[in-house]
């Protein structure tokens, strides 16, 4: 099986090294035979090959079984039509994942900002408002003059519908609970739809549905983080829903992530490139290894390989007792460890 290592900017390098000795050493304690290869992504190959997402890259992505993509530094870009190309957006595009899934748990030990939480973001990856890729061709985004700029939300059935599935197959193997997030009191056509779209799939699943408008979401999720479980919402709001929720459990860089379509999955952590800590060795890789996880995990459902599905969850289990531990944690979480040590404990303790 062939894994894709791509690491990305900022932090990238570090937190996704940190994540490929844990990904190896999983893969000799389960005899996985993961074959790991490397690509250039954002601004290593803006500077080798002048484009921040390279044809290259693309072929290679597709090419792969799973894709280990660090954080990329997007906001320094330049125009796409000088190579600044969002890989985040193109991926997505390209490789059609329009389901990003990011759970965020409070766990034993970790300082959090709440007691108790264990929720799974399902977020519509692929219209909405994000206009690098919710349009077949061009933007959805756009200055008719210098003085007014104009962006499109798409929202569609189709699009609805993929990622409610998603989220009711997830739901099923949880608690069985589903709450849809939208903002269908303002955005009565678009939101209506997703709204809609997400009750009639739903309907096929036996499931306990409630809906919140995202203003609330944001307020209730503080409140009484314990009463959700499985969210499903659309591109923009599951993208700041995740923040909030990963900086409750304890902070940004325990978010993990993957990003998956029906062939393709991406190991993203949710967190972006940390520009004011990289190169620095303090970053949290929590978020990048458990994506790892996560990816794992789906490549063990699609190829119906449970080996692969128990080192996910070793993983998961390993970082558990990890961050159980104060002198076990990274320094943004209280601990004394740097990023190459955090991930060479929990790669130590897999093998163990
Ligand atoms: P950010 O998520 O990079 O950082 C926000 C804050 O969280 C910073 O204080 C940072 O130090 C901290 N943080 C993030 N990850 C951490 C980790 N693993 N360990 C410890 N602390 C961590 O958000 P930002 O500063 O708004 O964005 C920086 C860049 O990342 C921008 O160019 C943005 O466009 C990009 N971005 C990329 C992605 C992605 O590639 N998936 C996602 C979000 C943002």
Known sequence: MRILILKGDGIGPEIVAAAETVVQSVSRRFNLGLELEYGEIGLESLESQGHTFPEETVAKMKASDGVILGPLHTA???APED???NPSGGTRKALDLFANIRPSRVRPGVPA??????????RENTEGFYADRNMAVGSGEFMP??????SMRKITREGSARIAEAACKLAEQRSGKLTIVHKGNVMKLSDGLFAD???EVASDYKLDIDEYFIDAMAALLVRKPEFFDVIVTTNMYGDILSDLAAELSGGLGLGPSINAGAEHCIAQAAHGSAPDIAGQNIANPTAMILSCGMLLDWLGTRHDRPELREAAKRIDDIIETQLGEESGRTTDLGGPLGTDAFGDAVAKRIEG
């Open 76 to 78: 320094i870009y330049p």
């Open 83 to 85: 190579g600044g190309v």
């Open 113 to 122: 900002h709440v007691k108790e939480m264990d929720v799974v973001i399902a």
């Open 145 to 150: 003059t210098e003085d007014l700029a104009i």
């Open 197 to 199: 779209t997400v009750k």
